[in-house]
């Protein structure tokens, strides 16, 4: 044993905690398992994980406490809204009026504790949706591959290392197949590092640790096996995990379009109180009488409700959003889904099933179809292993077999796989032609192999039969015709082989070659060089059907203003037929570009060619990047789909990055905001339409309550102007706010999306939340409402039977129901409310429905009475309310006939 290697024995054993400062690094891959105390070949067993998982904990880091609950709470205040019902509640307990300054109070608490629960409940169920796709890994335990959730790693367990996946924990490299590593996160180095299983100084710093893999890397490339030397918070990256809590939250876009309307609306409200207290104390009235109706107005005008029913509308379109398998992972995706224009999606199990199916082969000039092979491999008739002189036909099945390394398990209730799809096809192929696949592996012993990576585009294994040598090829056609220098049989020259897979191609096959050639011994390395002189054996169609539901969501997306974009890294031919068979393209020679194409494109002949190409094949990580690049460039709103490591920066990009929570990598889902939990592209749509609808729910709520704020708020400088008496105190005021916006308010949150929504086009990236015809019609309904109520208290007071308090009290009164009628209106933008079932939103129904019984009792109970300062009022007055209320729904559903008609919705 080497000097070096004694003392970084000595410093592991001398702690024993699993820690990352013991130098792992620094030990054979033999010492570090004879330390652990484990076995390479058998792993862990299942009892010995579970006492480790009890000595060692879970294997996370320590969760960041999140959001205080305090700070939940005082956030509730923290609005420029709150702050002026603040200050209307101090301004009335100086003036003593200690009822409306206990009304006020009482109101921002209720109203914080609507915020501070709703938000706390958000919290936690993003946080629940999150942990449905939680990371695993692949670990040995008990001689068995086995895939744990990443928190059940332990020291000591034999973790299995593939292209996509990330590192789970600290550990030891025993071995490594051509692996390379991204640790950007511990390191800062932009590209992947390669890595080996040698040993390294005690004292390299951890960019230098070639043998160690760390917690949070992601696989570049690659194969390797690793046993774990550290967990949770003992890793490399728990040194950082403070720093990582420290990140900056989020920020919705509609939250901070929100917070700036909060602003606007709230200054607009103290420039006009200022105003018209300062007009009032010209003219000679009272300053106590002015401060009070100070206060009246501020607490007419404040729509206080509005960041509760945000909190809530977000949330509700987390939880819609979830129901149909789409995973929201941060929130400005909820909105911004309904603002995509442009949608990249890849085919292979978005578009289509991700069953791949080889249909045809096609050997030495003759196709044959695999249709009359037997649909169950149970029911045909077992062959032997085929030698090394099998017909062409026969060794291009055993390539496809061999150069795999996915695995089925034929049963009695049908196929079970484990691994790629396409893969897997192979399988299935001779398992149907009578061949058993460990048969055939055992049979041909592996000696190394080439795994396939996207940039690579082939894969080989090196085998050994009987003591001679052979290599099997299996990839893209175009690839493996380089590495040939003779094919199997007659009329399989080069330009044969390309008309057929173009054959193939034009009928929606997604083709690959196999290939093979015989050695004079084995490899000189494990990781052999690129094979050559390879024997060409033939050509593979394998069918991957479209999903059902997608052809109709791709229409749905037309009809919502959204180009859908076939991004594939099939053949051009696969993805036009694909494309034409969805509808994504119309034509037989509509136009593709390959990423060959792209290579010789600069930045502006791209943007130029995305506004008009709906597929591109043959497309690489870094292709996908540039196609999202030039979108955006264009000024379009982007979605794309991924689901490998390389897929990373093009989510990251994006302005929606959506990854396949089956069939995706743990590195595209956290750079995604969107992940789908069944991997269909129909469920992208449905997305968008959720978002959408959340959208158009916030809009419905703000426009509600700054257009009853509006129909407040004049009314009482306009009364007293006109040398009445105060129309509505302030407690009169928040009541009438209680009652007709507590709970309808968010009511309109809950209210389904428009028959149309999916058929409207997408928003622009600064549409505010009220239009300008919204805005138009605020002012019209504002109108209406204090006209009708300034009328109503008029005739009130001119009726010598009724008090001072019964005519506020049908003042009140009148806006109460004028704002239940206004409700109903403001629950379609365009669609007339006579059209729209009252059921659909039984909540918004029920909620109305009881403020009003609640007000009409208020009327009548002594202590609401007193602490209202309202009376009953005759039945007379009750025909003369509903009568004049109505005029706001009259009055709407014109101006909205009146925009559908003359076509006036934008």
């Not at 996370?60 to 005082?74: A, Y």
């Not at 990140?247 to 919705?252: K, L, P, V, Y």
């Amino acid at each position: 044993m080497s000097e070096r290697t004694q003392d970084a024995t000595q410093q592991v054993r001398g702690q024993q905690t699993g820690g990352p400062d013991e130098a792992w690094h620094a030990l054979a891959a033999a010492e570090v398992l004879e330390h652990l105390g484990v076995d390479p070949d058998r792993g862990l067993s299942q009892q010995g994980a579970e006492q480790r998982l009890a000595e060692h904990g879970p294997n996370r880091l320590e969760e960041s406490e999140g959001k205080p609950w305090w700070r939940t709470l005082l956030d509730q205040f923290r609005s420029p809204l709150i702050y002026i019902l603040l200050a209307a509640g101090v301004l009335t307990l100086l003036l003593q009026e200690y009822i409306d300054a206990g009304v006020i109070a009482a109101v921002l608490v209720i109203n914080a504790a609507i915020g501070f629960y709703q938000e706390r409940q958000a919290e936690q169920a993003v946080q629940a949706l999150m942990e449905l796709v939680s990371p695993t890994a692949r670990v040995l335990r008990d001689g068995e591959e086995r895939e744990v959730a990443s928190e059940e790693v332990v020291p000591g367990d034999i973790v299995l290392l593939e292209p996509g996946g990330k590192v789970p924990a600290d550990a030891r490299l025993l071995s490594a197949s051509s692996l390379r590593v991204d640790e950007s996160l511990l390191t800062g180095e932009s590209t992947a590092v390669g890595k080996t299983s040698e040993p390294v100084a005690a004292d390299a710093p951890v960019a230098e640790r070639s043998g160690m893999v760390f917690d949070g890397a992601a696989v570049a490339s690659g194969r390797g096996r690793a046993v774990v030397v550290a967990t949770g918070q003992d890793t490399e990256l728990g040194k950082i995990a403070e720093q990582m809590r420290a990140a900056e939250e989020i920020t919705s876009p509609l939250q901070e379009r929100m917070h700036r309307f909060a602003n606007v609306i709230g200054l607009i409200i103290v420039v006009a109180v200022a105003l018209t207290v300062a007009y009032g104390l010209l003219i000679g009235a009272e300053l106590g009488a002015m401060l009070l109706m100070a206060a009246a107005l501020a607490v007419a005008a404040v729509p206080e409700g509005l960041p509760v029913v945000l909190t809530v509308a977000l949330a509700l379109g987390v939880r819609r959003m979830a129901r149909r398998n789409a995973i929201i992972r941060r929130l400005p995706a909820v909105e911004t889904l309904g603002s995509a224009t442009f949608i990249g999606s890849d085919k292979t199990g978005t578009l289509t099933r991700n069953e791949m199916t080889v249909q045809t082969v096609w050997v030495a000039g003759e196709s044959r179809d695999l249709a009359d092979l037997p649909e169950d491999p149970c029911d045909a008739d077992e062959q032997e292993a085929p030698g090394p002189d099998a017909e062409p036909a026969t060794l291009a099945m055993l390539a496809g077999v061999l150069a795999s390394e996915a695995d089925i398990e034929v049963t009695d209730e049908g196929i079970e796989s484990d691994g790629d799809p396409t893969e897997t096809a192979f399988l299935v192929a001779a398992a149907r032609a009578g061949y058993r696949i460990d048969d055939l592996r055992q049979a041909w012993a592996e000696t190394a192999n080439i795994p396939f990576e996207s940039e690579r585009r082939y894969a080989a294994s090196y085998r050994e039969r009987s003591g001679a040598h052979h290599v099997f090829v299996k990839g893209a056609p175009e690839r493996v015709l380089e590495m040939c220098g003779d094919s199997a049989g007659e009329g399989s020259d080069a330009d044969a082989i390309r008309a057929a897979q173009e054959d193939m191609a034009a009928r929606g096959l997604r083709v690959l070659a196999t290939a093979y050639a015989r050695l004079d011994g084995p490899p000189d390395s494990a990781e052999p060089p690129e094979p050559e002189g390879l024997t060409f054996l033939g050509l593979h169609g394998l069918l991957d059907p479209p999903r059902e539901g997608v052809k109709e969501a791709i229409a749905a997306a037309r009809r919502a203003g959204q180009r859908v974009v076939m991004i594939t890294g099939d053949h051009a031919s696969t993805a036009r037929a694909i494309a034409r068979d969805l509808a994504i393209v119309e034509d037989d020679d509509a136009r593709v570009l390959t990423g060959r194409d792209l290579v010789d494109y600069d930045d502006e002949r791209l943007r130029d060619a995305v506004v008009d190409v709906a597929v591109f094949a043959r497309i690489e990580p870094e292709h996908k990047l540039r196609i999202v690049e030039a979108a955006q460039a264009r000024g379009e709103v982007v979605a794309v789909t991924g689901d490998g490591v390389n897929d990373a920066p093009a989510l990251k990009k994006a302005d929606i990055g959506v990854a396949m929570g089956q069939a995706g990598t743990d590195v595209a889902r956290e750079a995604s905001e969107l992940v789908l939990a069944d991997d269909n592209f129909a469920t992208i749509e449905a997305a968008v339409e959720e978002g959408r609808v959340t959208f158009d729910n916030v809009r419905k709520v703000t426009f509600f309550l700054v257009s009853t704020g509006v129909g407040t708020f004049v009314i009482v400088p306009i009364a007293f102007f006109l040398g009445w008496p105060l129309i509505l105190v302030p407690a009169q005021l928040l009541w009438a706010n209680v009652v007709t916006k507590a709970l309808q308010d968010l009511a309109l949150a809950f209210e389904p999306g428009e028959p149309d929504v999916l058929d409207q086009a997408p928003r622009g990236r600064q549409e505010p939340v009220i239009t300008g015809p919204l805005w138009v019609r605020t002012a019209i309904t504002g109108t209406v409402i204090a006209a009708g109520t300034l009328v109503m208290f008029a005739w009130a007071l001119g009726q010598e039977e009724l008090s001072l308090a019964q005519a506020q009290t049908v003042a009140l009164s009148t806006l109460v129901v004028f704002q239940a009628f206004h409700l109903f209106s403001a629950r379609s933008e365009l669609r007339s409310v006579f059209r729209m079932s009252l059921t659909a939103n039984r909540f918004l129904f029920l909620a109305q429905l009881g403020a009003l019984v609640v007000h009409v009792g208020a009327l009548y109970l002594p202590p609401t009475q007193f602490i209202l300062r309202v009376e009953p009022i005759p039945l007379q007055a009750w025909g003369l309310i509903v009568a004049i209320s109505i005029s706001v729904l009259v009055v709407v559903e014109a101006e909205k006939l009146i925009r559908r008609r003359w076509g006036l919705a934008a």
